[in-house]
């Protein structure tokens, strides 16, 4: 197919042969039998499910000590694997390491759960997750390729800071000694600081991807974060979770957030390095004043649509255009579900519906026009 292609170029005068036969032959030694590799990759599919299937089958038949013995060998085994061959294995293929660190982290999480299905324990599920990230946190950020174990390693992070609060204070739950809800709300602020941390290293390190990822993550996060915030706003949420979602709680959020951005714009005095930090920081500054927006639907809204109009502009000046047209799309989306807020009333009359059809066009058109106009030509590293 590719070589077809090359054909016609050279037929249209678009290169010459020199340049098709390098090509070609690039093409050639670079192949990779897709199909061949789908069909290997369809029968190691079916004998894992055939095994998995036979373990499930038998699985009650299994002595506990016996299958936590097998579970404790099999990370014993990729632990050595990592040890042993990390750098061979990086050298044919670094997505091998990547997979590698993947199995072996997602083995020692399991593994918790093994323990209390067989000697019958619970326990909240902070405690468990926050000895996984001890003890695999370290192997993560060493070997970690890219954005799967970054994942892994924020996702875990922010899973263990969330369950935390939930255990300790949570929402929709009264009790009878007061949370401290500070406290809380900083445990479950320092993902955040994964972004400064990539952002540091990745310029330090040979494994620039996988930082650039934990740099993304963490930025991720504190968008979510500011975009539920206000989102919680639009409907009240402040009054009924006074505690969880106070003055208090929300500025020391906003604090790790506004450090964090200063944090990634000094590690990476960059434009891109800038507009990161630019954002988070504007993330942090929508934490802080949310709470003051709190059932007011078109305030909620324009501090929601302000965050991601301030994401969309610096999207345009660091040029990331799939950012940018995100920005662009979550705006719309916002600007709609206003529409219906707002209109709610007149829902049940056709009028109502009619003009929410049309505001919905509208915006649709001028979101389409602005996409076409402003979105960077091309996306540069983030």
């Known amino acids: 197919m590719v070589t077809g292609r ?52 038998n699985w009650e038949e299994v002595p506990g000590q016996v299958r936590l013995a097998v579970h404790l060998a099999l990370i014993a085994g990729a632990f050595a694997a990592l040890l042993l061959r990390e750098e061979r294995l990086a050298a044919a293929s670094p997505w091998a390491v990547e997979a590698l660190v993947f199995v072996t982290a997602a083995l020692g999480l399991t593994f918790f759960g093994h323990l209390g299905q067989v000697y019958q324990t619970s ?30 390693l924020v996702g875990g ?62 930025l991720a996060y504190t968008i979510a974060g500011a975009s539920i915030f206000a989102a919680l706003a639009s409907v009240g949420a402040f009054e009924s979770e006074p505690g969880a979602l106070d003055p208090a709680s929300q500025l020391v959020r906003a604090a790790v957030a506004l ?43 324009a501090l929601f649509m302000a965050l991601w109009v301030g ?20 705006i719309v989306l916002r600007l709609i579900v206003l529409s219906f807020e707002l209109a709610s009333d007149l829902l049940l009359s056709g009028f109502g519906l009619i003009l929410s059809g049309v505001l919905v066009l509208g915006i649709a058109w001028a979101a389409w026009r602005v996409s076409r106009s402003f979105a960077p030509e091309a996306e540069a590293e983030g």
């Open 123 to 152: 326990a909240p599920l902070w405690e468990p997750l926050a000895v996984w990230l001890a003890l695999f946190g370290p192997l993560m950020l060493a070997t970690g390729r890219g954005w799967p174990v970054a994942a892994a």
């Open 157 to 218: 992070a922010i899973w263990c800071a969330w369950e935390y609060h939930s255990a300790l204070g949570g929402f929709l739950v009264r009790r009878t000694e007061e949370p401290a809800w500070p406290w809380l709300a900083l445990m479950t602020a320092l993902p955040v600081l994964f972004a400064p941390l990539g952002a540091a290293l990745r310029s330090r390190s040979a494994r620039a991807d996988f930082w650039r990822r934990v740099e993304q993550c963490g």
């Open 259 to 301: 450090v964090a951005g200063a944090l990634v714009a000094a590690a990476r005095p960059t434009l891109s390095g800038r507009m990161a930090g630019g954002i988070i920081a504007l993330a942090g500054l929508v934490t802080a004043v949310v709470f003051g927006a709190n059932d007011v639907t078109v305030l909620a809204a």
């Open 6 to 57: 090359i054909a016609r170029w050279h037929e249209a005068g678009l290169i010459d042969a020199e340049t098709r036969d390098r090509l070609v032959a690039y093409e050639e030694e670079h192949s990779r039998p897709f199909a061949l590799w789908a069909v290997f990759g369809i029968g190691a599919l079916a004998i894992g499910l055939g095994l998995v299937s036979l373990v499930a089958a």
């Open 311 to 330: 994401i969309a502009a610096a999207a345009l000046v660091a040029g990331w255009r799939g950012v940018f047209q995100l920005a662009v799309g979550v």
